[in-house]
């Protein structure tokens, strides 16, 4: 998953999330329209040197896409920007989202939009974005419903019994409530 550079994170002068959801029909992706640009890219940046690459990622995509979530610490990918050798490098973190917020630093310059997996591969231009996409299209694929859709499930469940425990204790009160006033 390489462009056959040394993927050395520290590097890279800039590094990218890759931000992605596992829902009930399958992994999406979220991409962000570039500043003064057309097209989908996904949110990216400077490093940050207080914060090294992954962090900084992390950052991009909160301020880019209003997402935050779980970065890897390891690389996943990398490419060279614009899809020239002479292009900076772009070290690529996969980050599993958890929150999307309504509101983000960026909101009102650029747009963002979940894709499926089989829409990625015809919304990026950039060549070298565009072979990272595809090699993380068959890496969810194969790894993030496995590694995450579990763990969705158990919570989700655990949700529900607590809603059915509140529901219970509530119809046990006013069951309670009618009785005592039965008696008066």
Known sequence: MSDGRVMDP??????????????????????VTPRG?????????????????????RQEAWEEAGVRGEIDAALFDQ?????????????????????????W???????????TLEQLPRMIVDPGLARVMRDAAVHL????????????????????RRRRLAQSALLLAAGSALAAIALL
């Open 141 to 160: 694929a194969a790894n993030a419903p496995a590694a995450w859709a579990d763990g969705e499930s158990a919570r989700e469940a655990k949700r529900v």
């Open 79 to 103: 490419y060279s920007h614009g899809g020239r050798d002479d292009g900076p490098l772009v070290a690529v973190y996969l980050m599993r989202v958890t929150r999307e917020l309504p509101v």
């Open 10 to 31: 520290q590097a890279f002068p800039q590094s990218a999330a890759l931000p992605y959801r596992v829902t009930g029909t399958g992994v999406e992706v979220m991409l």
């Open 37 to 57: 640009g057309e097209g989908w890219i996904i949110p990216k940046g400077k490093v940050k040197a207080r914060l090294g690459p992954a962090p900084s990622a």
């Open 105 to 115: 630093p960026e909101r009102h310059e650029r747009t963002r939009r979940w894709v």
